[in-house]
């Protein structure tokens, strides 16, 4: 099979509790070639992903039951990419749904085009970033598999990385030693075509530098004034 194939049967999961809405985006997705599931809530979203674990998962935020936030948050740590869509369009709505790992958000109503042009862009984003199994990184004693997606303090203990802290650890590393403008880490973490804005990725670099600093590293991170950031330490790739 080749790529082409591939991308043609990935499997777009749609989360939300308007039959109309799950019906009409999930047949205009279906006529570009992903095949559709529908979940009206969470709990018949777990057992469709228990059945077959989906490419994308497209989320509302106001859900019965558990909400799209905690949903979020529960798929971000099984590394399933999500879009977030939500009549809630404020700043801090789409920077909550950021920080608990949406890949992209959406205020409602959405053109069905667009939503196919995320989805497009966050599984091209996906594929285009999953690692050679074999590269890692050691750094001030810490360890960081990124194919496993594990990092690890000196003293081996694991720490939980949401989606969005585990990209901005990714550039980091890739770039040690260089001032980085919020706008280039927007790109190296996120993707230009990414509905991600400064305020996210400050909120993001403050919850990766609080993770680093409970582990016993709080001077990893630096803060450039006026510039951005910086990893001070140069890691070594294993």
């Given at each position: 099979m080749d790529k082409a194939e591939m991308v043609l049967s990935d499997l777009v999961l749609l989360v939300?509790?308007?039959p109309e809405i799950r019906e009409l985006i999930g047949d205009f997705l279906g006529q570009h070639g992903y095949r559709i599931a529908r979940a009206p809530n969470g709990t018949e979203m777990d057992r469709l992903i228990a059945a077959?674990?989906?490419a994308l998962v497209v989320l509302d935020l106001m859900l019965p039951g558990e909400d799209g936030l905690s949903i979020c948050r529960r798929l971000s740590a099984l590394q399933i990419p999500v879009i977030m869509v939500s009549a809630l369009g404020a700043e801090t709505d789409r920077i909550v749904g950021l920080e608990l790992g949406a890949d992209d958000y959406l205020p409602k109503p959405c053109s069905p085009r667009e939503l196919l042009a995320r989805v497009r862009a966050v599984l091209r984003r996906h594929e285009g970033a999953k690692p050679s199994p074999t590269s890692g990184?050691?750094?001030?004693g810490w360890t960081f598999d990124p194919h496993r997606r594990e990092?690890?303090?000196p003293a081996g203990v694991g720490v939980a990385l949401s989606t969005g802290?585990?990209?901005?650890l990714s550039a980091f590393l890739e770039r040690p030693l260089r001032v980085l403008t919020r706008d280039q880490l927007l790109d190296y973490a996120f993707g230009a075509d990414a509905n991600v804005f400064d305020r996210a990725?400050?909120?993001q670099v403050s919850r990766l530098?609080?993770?680093l600093a409970d582990g016993g590293a709080d001077d990893l991170i630096v803060t450039v004034r006026s510039e951005g950031y910086m990893f001070s330490v140069k890691p070594v790739r294993q």
């Open positions: 939300d509790d308007d077959e674990r989906p990184y050691r750094f001030a990092l690890r303090t802290e585990f990209r901005l990725v400050d909120v530098r609080k993770k």
